[in-house]
């Protein structure tokens, strides 16, 4: 692990985390920006409020990025060649945001909820940027502020789930089913944790292994052997037994090896047949084919 806080000579966590746009207000338990007008705020965040997520009992709470960087520390490190996660501690849902390097340019995948200007400097300086892209509209994070630090780099939204976008923007642009960011590097979109939950497969990743970052699309587990399908994660709703099929019937022809997840929850090694190996798992149990076991 090294620290974004300090370039190379000081110790991690010392400098103060410096972000890009201070005055740009989020939810601070999606992590998702909106503006800088707090008049212009709705009395909920919607995404929390939908059933896939949710609004802390002690209720809705909005922050800027300024103090976002007040309370965090952003840690990187490094996963495999070309592909390193950034993570910012006690900053939104907390995910990983996965900076992915080829040689046509870099992907920032799931931006975290706080741009900064060290993370962002670092990243420009691995080459020009592709694209910024969510997974799903709970890691949409503070995209626009990654833009804007990034050069005004492209964040891609899925048309599916673009009524979840709650900063609009000239950097934003709609794009639906599958895209080729480059050669070797293409969005799919998969649904089913939300109609427009996209996954992006690296083919050359992993050093030729492949790659598949699948955001919460398809969800590596604890055990680092299986994967899941939900409607919501911390909400417990699981996606039917056709769903699941279908997801798994798509990814199906693609080269990987490893699967990253959010929260860098991952799955190193042969990774495709796990995930099929997942889905009929999934698919056996909500058909009711183990309620014997229950
Ligand atoms: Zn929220």
């Given at each position: 692990m090294v620290s974004t806080?300090?370039?190379?000579?000081?110790?991690?966590?010392?400098?103060?985390v410096v972000p890009v746009e201070p005055a740009?207000?989020?939810c601070a338990t999606c992590g998702?920006?909106?503006?800088?007008?707090?008049a212009a705020l709705p009395e909920v965040c919607p995404i929390c409020a939908d059933e896939r997520q949710y609004v802390p009992g002690t209720g809705q709470v909005w922050v800027t990025q300024a103090e976002l960087a007040g309370?965090?520390?952003?840690?990187?490190?490094?996963?495999?060649?070309?592909?390193?996660?950034?993570?910012?501690?006690?900053?939104?849902i907390g995910q990983t945001m996965q900076v992915v390097r080829t040689p046509e340019g870099v992907l920032v995948w799931d931006p975290t909820g706080l741009a900064d200007v060290a993370t962002a400097r670092w990243i420009?300086?691995?080459?020009p940027v592709l694209a910024i892209v969510a997974s799903h509209p709970h890691m949409y994070g503070a995209q626009v502020g990654w833009s804007r630090?990034?050069?005004?780099?492209?964040?891609l939204v899925n048309t599916a789930d673009a009524e979840w976008l709650?900063?609009?923007?000239?950097?934003?642009?709609?794009?639906?089913?599958s895209l080729d960011l480059t050669e070797g590097l293409a969005l799919r979109t998969l649904g089913g944790h939300f109609p427009g939950s996209t996954v992006a497969h690296w083919p050359d990743g992993a050093g030729g292994a492949g790659v598949l970052l699948a955001g919460d699309t398809i969800m590596a587990n604890p055990d680092r052997r299986t994967v899941s399908f939900m409607r919501s994660y911390p909400n417990?709703?699981?996606?039917?037994?056709?769903?699941?099929?279908?997801?798994?019937?798509?990814?199906?022809d693609l080269h990987y090896r490893a699967m990253w997840s959010n929260f860098s929850n991952a799955i190193t090694d042969d990774a495709d047949a796990r995930v099929q190996d997942s889905a009929r798992r999934h698919v056996a149990w909500v058909r009711g084919e183990h309620d014997d076991l229950t």
């Open positions: 806080t300090n370039q190379p000579s000081t110790p991690a966590g010392l400098e103060p740009v207000i989020g998702v920006e909106y503006g800088e007008d707090p309370r965090t520390r952003i840690d990187v490190a490094e996963l495999g060649p070309d592909q390193w996660g950034v993570h910012a501690e006690g900053v939104g420009a300086s691995l080459g630090a990034l050069g005004d780099a492209p964040v709650q900063r609009s923007d000239d950097v934003v642009q709609p794009w639906s089913g417990r709703l699981p996606l039917s037994a056709g769903v699941v099929a279908r997801i798994a019937a798509d990814v199906a």
